[in-house]
């Protein structure tokens, strides 16, 4: 059999790097499992490897004269190459977890009840945007904040007028998809991979930033091979909240910030060791950006849910709200209330008037919000 010169340096460059993640296995197993990233493993290999690079670059010709130095690049560069080996460790986990994940016609399924899920969760958000609740805490936050005390509703209600349509735009072009589908990036894979757990355990649904997609593992919400679509449900939609937050912070507002520091001022948060949580559980639930997309969504519900205990101005019933607090009611799913466990019960009132203006926040940082 001939073989080609392009062919032959192909072979050379592809087997010097088997080599090379041979020599090194113990990088590589570090990557696999999630101990290094994949920037700290191709630092690594790019200090220890030079010797090796540097004999397939002899090997193949590419120090040969200009010619050859100007050749095509490798087909299959370095990078590609790690990124391939993080994606297939982290699949060959995955599938290991949840085998039924191999089974086309069970994995279809999923996807359709996820697509049909995502729509309806878009569409409850959006209307949520467009609701006079939604428009009446927006103007509750504004007019609590100490510059905007001269300003006319009138005024207040131009701002959210601003931020209304780049709201539903970020709803309506932000991607879903499933973990396993796709390419994600590595602290993705690192987060969702089976058996690592954060302080609430096994990562089931986040937001990228990098990518801006939400990312989801639909087989942590199945029960008796049906999915949890009360659960799942509540997860889409705590993600879709942490993308507009991200997004807006990141070109308009920040509004998680400017929540929380409401919620600070207002002194309605207990202490770490009131609560009885560890301080990492402590630390995620308090933090900006999960508070704020915590206790949106669970206004929303409660909106949608129990319309009577919330009047059109957006104020709760504070019975209502004690009876959440008190966890006496869950919203059929007690996650959705689990950040009511860092807040004051013996300041109720305060966190009634919290609640009734939790909204989308305002800053300074575009003219047309000034």
């Keep these: 059999m001939k073989i080609s010169k392009i062919q032959l340096k192909q072979i050379i460059r592809e087997e010097t790097l088997v080599l090379c993640l041979e020599k090194y296995d113990k990088d590589v197993y570090l990557l696999n499992e999630g101990l290094i990233t994949e920037a700290e493993f191709l630092k690594r290999l790019g200090r220890k490897a030079l010797p090796w690079v540097t ?66 969760i878009k569409g409850k958000i959006a209307l949520n945007y467009l609701s006079e609740q939604r428009k009446e805490a927006f103007v509750k ?54 058996g690592f757990s954060q302080s609430g355990g096994q990562v089931a649904a986040a937001y990228d930033e990098v990518s801006n997609k939400v ?55 207990l202490s770490k060791a009131e609560t009885g949580l560890s301080q990492e559980r402590y630390d995620y639930l308090t933090s900006d950006h999960e508070f704020y997309a915590k206790m949106l969504r669970l206004k929303d519900l409660v909106s949608e849910s129990f319309e009577d205990e919330i009047d059109a101005e957006g104020k709760i019933n504070i019975i209502f709200l004690k009876k959440l607090m008190d966890g006496k009611e869950t919203l059929g799913d007690p996650s959705v209330i689990e950040v009511l466990q860092v807040l004051n019960p013996d300041n109720i009132n305060n966190v009634w008037k919290y609640f009734n203006m939790v909204a989308q926040a305002d800053t300074q940082k575009t003219s047309q919000m000034t």
Excluded: W
Excluded at 58 to 75: R, V
Excluded at 183 to 188: L, N
Excluded at 232 to 250: K, P, Q
């Design 55 to 120: 004999a397939a670059a002899i090997g193949t010709g590419a120090l040969a004269g200009p010619k050859s130095a100007i050749a095509s690049p490798p087909d299959r560069p370095a990078q590609a190459q790690v990124a391939q080996t993080v994606r297939d460790s982290f699949l060959g986990a995955f599938y290991n977890a949840y085998p039924q994940a191999q089974d086309e016609s069970i994995n279809s399924d999923i996807k359709r009840q996820i697509v049909q899920k995502e729509r309806e």
């Design 141 to 194: 936050f504004i007019q609590s904040m100490d510059r905007f005390k001269g300003q006319s509703r009138e005024q207040i209600l131009q701002k959210f007028d601003v931020l209304k349509p780049e709201i539903l735009k970020i709803i309506q072009n932000l991607p879903v998809e499933l973990v396993h589908e796709g390419t994600q990036t590595d602290r993705m894979y690192r987060s969702f991979r089976p």
């Design 215 to 269: 990312i989801v593992n639909p087989y942590e919400y199945m029960s008796h091979g049906q999915l949890n679509t009360t659960e799942i449900e509540n997860s889409m939609r705590e993600e879709i909240y942490h993308a507009i937050d991200h997004t807006l912070s990141e070109t308009m507002i920040p509004m998680s910030r400017l929540q929380t520091q409401a919620a600070k001022a207002m002194d309605i948060f």
